[in-house]
């Protein structure tokens, strides 16, 4: 074993991929169904008989999450106090865990504009619903993005050896 290549403190940068993608991701989650819950909220007061329709922003807020938590459990999945943990798996990890929680948090603040204005706009018109809904699956395909190229690092990351 090569201290080198798989010192002490590679693990230090698996758990921050571990941490980044649930961190951001949630926050994304959050953000987008407080934002989004705002306009249902507003919605309810008008046309109570429109809340169920109007919980796609919600739900697509927490599918961010749930894509944090995939990254976040193969990450950890990866790591072990008895083996040996390249540095170069530290850092793929690490770079895996921001992609997913970057791009969440980034998917998160659309969805949660997007739902809020469109929300507010289906009280006075009934055909902006499908382009709400098209617009919000536009939002959420920015955070898959993350969720492959997440995948895709972490294939790589077990590549990597300590010899």
């Known amino acids: 074993m090569s201290t ?7 693990s230090f940068f698996g758990f921050a991929g571990v941490a980044s993608a649930m961190i ?7 953000f987008g169904t407080s934002k989004a819950g705002i306009g249902i909220a507003g919605l309810g007061t008008f046309k109570p008989e429109l809340i169920m ?3 796609i922003p919600v739900v697509m807020s927490g599918i961010i999450a749930v894509y944090g938590l995939v ?10 106090p008895t083996g040996d943990y390249p540095l170069f798996a530290g850092f793929i990890h690490l ?6 929680g970057f791009t969440g948090l ?4 659309a969805i949660g504009h997007v739902g809020d204005a469109c929300v507010r706009a289906y009280v006075y018109e009934s055909k902006i619903f499908v382009s709400m809904v098209l617009i919000l699956i536009f939002a959420e395909v920015l955070g898959l ?3 492959i190229v997440a995948l895709i690092m972490n294939t790589r990351a077990t590549e990597a050896t300590c010899s």
């Open 106 to 109: 980034a998917a998160g603040y």
């Open 145 to 147: 993005y993350g969720l």
């Open 24 to 30: 951001f991701s949630t926050i994304g989650a959050a």
């Open 4 to 10: 080198d290549v798989c010192p002490p403190f590679a």
């Open 53 to 55: 329709k109007s919980l």
């Open 95 to 100: 770079g895996a865990g921001l992609a997913c």
């Open 71 to 80: 990254v976040s459990v193969l990450i950890a999945g990866s790591l072990s």
